[in-house]
């Protein structure tokens, strides 16, 4: 007998009926044939594939779906139980469960998982989402280099969210600096004066209020500066948000997207939200260190000790460790103030503040800042050391120090040295001949007591002689072959022995050399070094105040 092929609409017919059970079912219900044709539907079945001849889906030659027919012919005609397929129809999902009939005929029931899917869809995106701020995240805070910063947030807005980016940094003056990326482009930074009333939203956002919707904003009012350069195509789609900083806004974030790709979703725009937020935290954190670290060096610079130098013919080197590797300054210091000519004395101090770290070399500045201001009165000791220590008995501070004044002028190729000790290691004397002497110097320190007292001592340099200044960081250090043992004044004087007739320079890393090697890998604390150096061989070519110019007597060449 000759069977014709159904349709949806016009089923074959066949043995399988469907009744009103089947057409009341909540499920489309088809019945097909060994060779794929439909037998019967239910009315559900009918609209579904109703629909789906609206919308303009092809249907295999029996009528099924063809994801339906492929299950079907797929099925095996003994053994195990067939499996469910699951496919689309009419803009919706379903999972088909086949049913075996005796004739050899298959019942498929077809239960909708449109919404499930969706949900799994959502929810697969909303994961994906995550993963991706999370990697957002650990790649902006990897660097709180500001540009490298807006470099990186460019990029990966670029790669991730739209056909390309733009970084709006907030205003220096009347200029802004600006951070373009692009889908396979380089990064490009450029600062430039912009008319934020340009680009809708823009000047608000720079202030930190909410973004304006996409839809108000027309891509074709969109400035030139906007589009990053080489960047092909129009313009079909723009978002606006701020980049929330700590305070205060951190610049905006401008995505473009192609008119040739699909306009910005309401998901997609609530998603460019959340990474502005991390990238807004990730900017403003590296702008707010680079202030910080801006400030810092300022500081440091005034903190650091100066560079030294010959000066009126004598030779000036100083050599500072601070406790800690990774620290600049602490509780050591010195500094050596130039007459105003050859004839006046050179002021030179070192000193040692109690205690180490950053907190120590705040006292130290304010010491360092009151000897400036006490300059005028240096030829007086004992004048200086007094009004210091009421300064520092009037101060917040607790802490003491220890000091070394040293009043330095040159005559007749000889260095003359007034020294006073004020609770300090006394100052050691070179000898050409290798003799080292202990000036006969001592006082009380300052800081601690209302009143200090002081023993001056007056000491000459000839040529090739050195007069040292240190701290107890270097007597101190503790190390050597069982690394308990103190380096001691006995060990520095020994070494000094050797340093006869040296520069003033390779004397104190001498000194540091040998100290830093007693300590080894040890602990220790700050160990400053200066050298006051008659050289060897010298000449007297300064003359009294009055002949040549100031600057020809104040350095030699």
Known sequence: MIRTSGTPKTPRGGDVHVGTTWNNAPYPVVVADGGGDIVETNEGARRLFAHAEEAGEGLAAGGLPHWLAQAHHRLPSAGAPPAAVSGAVAGRTFEAHPSLVENGDVVWWLVEDTDLRRAEQALRGERERAALLAEISGALLSSLNVERCAEVTARMAADHLADAAVIVAPAQGRRHALTYAQVGGEVTQAVVSIDAR????????????????????????????????????????????????????????????????????????????????????????????????????????????????????????????????????????????????????????????????????????????????????????????????????????????????????????????????????????????GRVEEAATGGTLVGALPEVRARSVDVVLEPGETCLLYTDGITEARGGPLGDQLYGEERLQEALRECARMPAEAVVERVQMLAAQWLGGGRHDDMATLAITNPAGAHDEFHEVGHGSRESQRREP
């Open 198 to 433: 340009t680009v809708p939203g823009l000047a608000e956002a720079l202030q930190g209020f909410p973004p304006v919707p996409t839809r108000w904003i027309d891509p074709d009012d969109v400035p030139g500066w906007v589009v990053p350069p080489g960047f092909a195509g129009v313009i079909g789609s723009v978002i606006v948000t701020p980049l929330p900083g700590h305070g205060v806004p951190a610049g905006v974030l401008i995505l473009l997207r192609s008119s040739t790709h699909q306009a910005f979703t309401d998901g997609e725009e609530v998603f460019a939200r959340l990474f502005a937020a991390r990238a807004g935290a990730a900017l403003s954190a590296a702008r707010l260190y680079a202030e910080q670290a801006s400030i810092t060096a300022t500081l440091l610079r005034e903190l650091l000790p100066p560079r030294l130098e010959r000066v009126y013919g004598v030779e000036y080197a100083g050599v500072y460790r601070a406790s800690q590797d990774h620290e600049r300054v602490g509780g050591d210091f010195y500094d050596v103030h130039p007459g105003a000519d050859a004839s006046k004395e050179t002021f030179v101090v070192l000193g040692d503040v109690a205690g180490k770290g950053l907190e120590a070399a705040v006292l130290t500045g304010k010491i360092r800042s009151v000897l400036h201001a006490l300059l005028p009165l240096s030829g007086d000791h004992q004048q200086v050391l007094v009004l210091l220590n009421d300064a520092l008995m009037n101060s917040h501070h607790t802490r003491f120090a220890t000091l070394v004044l040293a009043s330095v002028r040159r005559s007749s190729g000889q260095v003359l040295l007034r020294l006073t000790s004020a609770g300090h290691l006394p100052p050691l004397i070179v000898r050409a001949d």
